[in-house]
């Protein structure tokens, strides 16, 4: 290894979740999962999760872009773009339908056989996620999601059949993605797709998040026991969406409550690393006298199973201001920040925000960090002679990669992969659309599932390709 680049072992590669591309939602005995009861939205007109599937509605996930039946020809596309990664997830309603059967469906797990092995045969690593916004939607009906303790004894029993089917063909897992997206807990899309909890009245919201996330650590680090005691090298790691929140100003009150807001987003690692709650946070518990099912055998089980890695997604920045209250509320305490630009569904675009995440968690972790997640969504257009001209997308990844670089020579941080996620067209997780796409592949669909879904190569296909052959020197 020089000093001027990435490890040779660096796994360059991509990113998807089951959900948002395998489609095919009730074939080979599925069972309806979250994501097959969210209808389609835009940027200015949320998704709605319903009780029942409407017949008057659109639900993007059923179709997806039917990677249930196109895997080898998509698998075959990323291997001559030169992966040495994908990461996907299980749909956990593939392998128990309903969640709490005693036995898994063998056709749910066969079809990941398929999937992994086809991987192989290219020499890529599966990254795994297990739960990646689809839990069964029997969990929710009967159980009221995770907001039942039950649940950590159905998600222990998937996660065992998973690593004892599959720790042969996968050695790089995650249990619960973007596992902090709920402490944005007034969003009601962020919570369903994390905890399958939907609010009642009277609810208090912030209680019933932390509640449901503390089951949710539970399982994860219980889960990681399960994996390790079946295959010791198997690396099993946390998955957190990173966004830094920057204080508005250096006025004191602003830096404080800025760091508390990142504190509040990021507390689940402190979990999931350190296996201890934090102090502020136990404060909180405390003083808002809230009656939580915290056992101290819980707290032994997250204590002796900590991860292996971080896992993370970054797209963004946010910038927040202290008005009365040093507790963070995502909806009400952020302002735009004048210094980035914005993406067209409001996101701030900010590479230098990479360096500053990979320095921050390892300052805090000590732990090997993997970027699973990174990309910009942006309104594609298919040429007449099927091409896509994506020089935006290209800028974006330039422009990420080159402060990721800056992390790991100049700062030392210990990056194990980089991974951006859609790396083929799929359906959005916050919007339901496939015009909000990511991909180095074009999907020839419509946000409605019309089209022909014949895959192109964009400009960034073979810009991607370049990058990885030479493994992040040449990123012209
Ligand atoms: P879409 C919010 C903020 C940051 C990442 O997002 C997020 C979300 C929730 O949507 O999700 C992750 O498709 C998630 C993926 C998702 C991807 O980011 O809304 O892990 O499932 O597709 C991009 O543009």
Known sequence: MTNNTFKPDFLWGGAVAAHQLEGAYREDGKGLSIADFLTLGNANKPRRLTDTIEDEEYYPNHHGIDFYHYYKEDIKLMAEMG????????????IFPNGDEDQPNEAGLAFYDKVFNECRKY?????VT??????????????????????????????????????????????FNEINNQANYENELSVYENSGIKYQTGDNKEQKMYQAAHYELVASAQAVQIGHAIDPSLKIGAMLAFCPI???????????????????????????VNGTYPNWLQARFRNNNWDLDIT??????LQKDTVDYIGFSYYMS????????LDYRENEDLV??????????????????LRYALNWMTTRWHKPLFIVENGLGAYDKLTDDHKVHDTYRIAYLRNHIEEMKKAVVD?????MGYLPWGCIDLVSASTGEMKKRYGFIYVDEDDYGHGSLKRYKKDSYYWYKKVIESNGSDLS
């Not at 204080?247 to 999931?272: C, H, I, T």
């Not at 920040?337 to 996101?347: A, H, L, M, R």
């Open 246 to 272: 920057y204080p508005n100003s250096p006025k004191p009150e602003d830096v404080l409550f800025a760091n508390r807001a990142m504190d509040s987003r990021l507390y689940f690692g402190d979990v999931q």
């Open 411 to 415: 700062d030392g941080v210990d990056l």
């Open 83 to 94: 992966f040495k990664a994908f990461r996907t997830s299980i749909a956990w309603s593939r």
């Open 336 to 353: 735009a920040n004048p210094y980035v630009k914005v993406n067209d569904w409001g996101w701030q675009i900010d590479p230098v925000g």
């Open 130 to 175: 297990l739960s990646h916004f689809e839990m069964p939607y029997h969990l929710v009906k009967e159980y009221g999601g995770w907001s039942n303790r039950k649940l950590i004894d159905f998600f222990s029993r998937y996660a065992r059949v998973c690593f004892e089917r599959y720790h042969n063909k996968v050695k790089y897992w995650m249990t």
């Open 123 to 127: 020499n890529i690593e599966s990254v």
């Open 296 to 301: 101290s055998n819980d707290l032994e089980i």
């Open 318 to 325: 946010f910038d927040a201001k202290y008005s009365d209250h």
